[in-house]
């Protein structure tokens, strides 16, 4: 698995449960879940914010940023490619 595969199945997955928002720190944290599930790091929660980055420029996803309180990035997901 590669962090591009495990935040389109993650979002993906919230899609298909009729959710759309979330926040960065939502993505940041999948890199402990990975370790959780499986004993080791797939990538650090910098990787995981790279990697999202790099999909919303390369059209693997469309989200709209949400007015948000503080420091926190909400998103709003609005499409994503199915893996």
Do not use: C
């Not at 919303?56 to 990035?73: A, C, F, H, I, P």
């Amino acid at each position: 698995m590669t962090v591009r595969k495990h935040i389109t199945k993650n979002l993906y997955n919230l899609q298909q449960s009729g959710l759309s928002q979330f926040k960065t720190s939502d993505i940041q944290e999948l890199a402990y879940e990975y370790k959780n599930t499986y004993g080791k790091f797939l990538g650090s929660t910098e990787t995981y914010t790279r990697e999202f980055r790099r999909m919303r420029q390369e059209g693997v996803l469309e989200v709209e940023k949400m007015k948000t309180k503080g420091r926190q990035q909400t998103w709003k997901l609005k499409f994503i490619m199915p893996f």
